[in-house]
């Protein structure tokens, strides 16, 4: 069995019928997943902007982070599980268009990306993360991410265009 395989059968459960076929509950759980990424890659990119050393750079890396990633978490968990429910409506056509691919494909390598700069540059942000220019591994990493993302908006954008 392939994954291609359960997509009929998730749009088959209660939920998605009822996300499908309701007037107001696909729009209002679409809104509450858009509110979410903004937070998700509004708190993302305040860090990454400050490795990147644009704003706020009097305050300290990791104090920034502890100050925006339980936020950034929170938020996460709520796209997430919208984005699910948004997906199980209609599994075989967003499935199959391109612009959610390549959006799974970048989380995907936006996950990649963090963990990636969580085992290497940020092991050693006691030493920089005072300073106003962190080492050029954070900052292309910084760099990656903020693209990633931006990408990951484009093509969810995208995907209405294609489904519809």
Known sequence: MTLSDLWPAL???PFAVAVRQSGWLFP??????VLAVVLVVG???????????????EKAVRR???EVLPCTWGA??????????LFSSSAVTYAAAWP???KMLLLVLAGINMVIFHLLPYRTVHL???????PIGAKIMAGLSLS?????????????FVTN
Do not use: N
């Open 64 to 66: 920034l982070t502890a």
């Open 148 to 160: 990633l993302w931006i990408g990951v908006i484009c093509c969810g954008r995208w995907i209405g």
């Open 43 to 57: 708190t993302i990119s305040i860090v990454d902007m400050r490795i990147l050393g644009l704003p706020s750079r």
């Open 11 to 13: 749009e088959k459960l």
């Open 28 to 33: 209002t759980i679409e809104s509450i997943h």
């Open 128 to 134: 920089w993360d005072a300073l106003t220019h962190p």
């Open 100 to 102: 959610f691919q390549y």
């Open 76 to 85: 996460f968990a709520v796209a997430v599980v919208t984005g699910f429910l």
